[in-house]
Each structure stands twice: as C-alpha cells, then as structure tokens.
C-alpha cells in the first residue's frame, strides 16, 4: 500500500507564502505523475496543479498561474507546492496525488490512484 503524506499548510496573511510537501511512503512504486489538488468548504475538490515526470512537463489552474509553482523529485516521490501571494480564496484543504501509469489528462481526481489526507491553508485577509 502507498502513502502520501502532505505538509506544509498553515495560517498565513494574503501576499504571504506557503511551501506545501508531498512525500510518498509504504510499498514501492513509480509515479508517472503527481499532483495537487485542493476543496474550499462548500466547494468541490478542483485540481491545482500537476508535473509529469517524463518531459517535466508541469500543469496549472488559472487560478493559481503565476503564483503556484510545483516541483519535485522523481526518484524520492516527492513533491512540492510553492505557494506565492496567496489571496484569501486559496484557502482549502490541499491534497497530493500520484498515478502510476499513463494518463492522457491530468486534472481530474479520476486520474490519480493515490491520495493523501490533506493539509489546512487558510489564508486571512
């Protein structure tokens, strides 16, 4: 069984920064993409943003372009979330996702096989 596990979340102010983490743990596997995803109360889960490890190849919302930047390590399963001038609506849990395997999209939840708990970012204006 895989684990993911995230970290990183907290309170900060808007135009503040946040570093999320996502390490994944349990039986080995190899990722062929992780992910981030996020639900504000209320709300459903949406995609945040994704890498695809072959051709580095990295995916954003609108929402967040220019101010998210995702990177991480292929080898270690990790990932990463750097979180710039974060504005109120960022506020939600975030969650990482991993896919083993091939997938042509990467925004939905239906593609990825593993998901973590998810991590608290509140951002207070």
């Known amino acids: 069984q895989v684990q993911l596990v995230e970290s990183g979340g907290g309170l900060v102010q808007a135009g503040g920064s946040l570093r999320l983490s996502c390490a994944a743990s349990g039986r080995t596997f190899t990722s062929y993409m992780m992910g981030w995803f996020r639900q504000a109360p209320g709300k459903e889960r949406e995609f945040v943003s994704a890498?695809?490890?072959?051709?580095?190849?990295?995916y954003y919302a609108d929402s967040v372009k220019g101010r998210f930047t995702i990177s991480g390590d292929n080898a270690k399963n990790t990932v990463y979330l750097q979180m710039n001038s974060l504005k109120p609506e960022d506020t939600a849990v975030y969650y990482c996702a991993a896919r083993r395997s091939f997938a042509f999209t990467w925004y939905t939840q239906r593609d990825y096989d593993y998901w973590g708990q998810g991590t608290q970012v509140t951002v207070s204006s």
């Open positions: 890498i695809r490890w072959s051709g580095d190849n990295r």
